[in-house]
């Protein structure tokens, strides 16, 4: 006689153990993966990449936020996912024609940057929530440490919340990501657009990815650290010249390999001697650190802002045609004009204002050195057509 449970038992734990080797192949991808860089924002993208791809978790969208205990705030750093079904529709037919795996959607990134700068990761990337709200859901799971899981019914307690009310979930699953038993993130997740329920086992999955993301995150801040550390200029705490040339020889590289444009604005501020002359170094110093707070403040995520020397700054700009570039360069320009300067009235114009010249891949040169010296031309014809103005 046929032991029919016995049968159904033996089919239930070999499906059971094809499960598990499933799991513990992507869990094995992603660590892998994590382990091939130290820069964050590469570090970001493969664990969202893991949380979202089709060969991963497979949610349809997912978030990253990070604690800054220094501002004490809960930061959004990075997001992936589509804005619309639409979008969705677009972006999972493409990848299921290209039949692009988790190590192909991680190389892509990795040579360009342009799925961080979605619109949908731009709007996370400007979202901030104070560290110590208590009522917030950021930070009650920052504070609690443990995953929460929103419902279509327990969600309802949360519909005022800042960030319900942005995501427009009916179902969301949040982990902290802890390294040494601290939380120094968080991810959010849902399936907006295909409504799927999140079972246990996504949930356990996320758990598991989130603890091996947690230390591959403090180990990325570390590192940029002590990168920051070695290749920032002292008092404007932008890149230095140093690096510099490093940043410009590596971005002129991708831009070969993607075919795209690239670049380069020189800046210098206009008769800064007479400014240092009359109020000395130390005013000259403020000013510098003043500048480079300013054009920090301006710039894309994208972008290197950097001090070339002296009063000189550069602004090194990816996937950059020459007149997005003149635009970016006239913004610039018009920011500092407009800015207030401690005592610009001293200065020839009454106001403190720089001078801008801008030179871009391939066609004003193809080599770092052929950059700068054609930017350099530019930014001395913008000196001789009367200063406060940007050549190209």
């Not at 660590?31 to 590469?42: C, G, P």
């Not at 401690?342 to 720089?354: D, G, S």
Request: charged share 30%; glycine share 6%.
């Amino acid at each position: 006689m046929l032991d029919f449970t016995s049968m159904d038992d033996a089919k239930n734990l070999k499906q059971e153990l094809e499960r598990t080797k499933v799991e513990l192949g992507i869990l094995y991808e992603i660590s892998n993966a994590m382990r091939t860089t130290l820069k964050l924002d590469e570090i970001l993208y493969i664990i969202l990449t893991g949380v979202t791809a089709h060969t991963g978790l497979g949610f349809n969208r997912a978030l990253l936020f990070l604690v800054n205990e220094k501002e004490g705030l809960i930061e959004g750093k990075m997001a992936i996912g589509p804005e619309t079904g639409e979008d969705a529709n677009r972006i999972w037919s493409q990848i299921e024609q290209e039949k692009m795996d988790l190590d192909d959607l991680i190389s892509a990134y990795k040579i360009s940057r342009e799925t961080v700068e979605s619109g949908f990761s731009r709007q996370v990337r400007h979202l901030r929530f104070p560290l110590k709200e208590n009522n917030a859901l950021l930070s009650l799971a920052v504070h609690d440490g443990m995953p929460l899981y929103l419902n279509k019914e327990n969600i309802a307690n949360y519909r005022d919340d800042p960030m319900i009310r942005f995501l427009k979930s009916e179902e969301l699953v949040l982990v902290p990501l802890k390294s040494k038993e601290k939380v120094n993130g968080l991810i959010l997740a849902d399936n907006f657009i295909t409504r799927k329920p999140i079972s246990k086992d996504d949930i356990r999955m996320l758990i598991m990815l989130s603890n091996q993301a947690g230390l591959a995150i403090e180990n990325s801040q570390l590192y940029e650290r002590t990168v920051n550390n070695a290749n920032s200029d002292y008092l404007t705490e932008l890149w230095n010249h140093g690096y510099f040339q490093y940043l410009l020889q590596s971005e002129l590289e991708k831009a070969r390999i993607t075919k795209t444009p690239l670049s380069l604005v020189m800046m210098d501020i206009d008769d800064f001697k007479i400014y240092n002359d009359i109020l000395g170094h130390q005013f000259g110093d403020r000013i510098l650190k003043k500048m480079a707070l300013v054009l920090k403040n301006q710039s894309r995520q994208m972008d290197h802002v950097c001090r070339y020397g002296g009063e000189e700054f550069t602004v090194i700009l990816p996937r950059t045609d020459k007149k997005e570039a003149f635009g970016i360069a006239e913004r610039l320009r018009k920011e500092i004009e407009k800015h207030v300067f401690i005592h610009e009235e001293i200065m020839p114009n009454k106001k403190l204002t720089v001078s801008l010249g801008i030179a871009t891949f391939p066609e004003d040169g193809e080599l770092p050195s052929a950059l700068i010296t054609f930017s350099d031309k530019k930014l001395y014809e913008a000196k001789n057509k009367g200063k406060n103005s940007t050549c190209a």
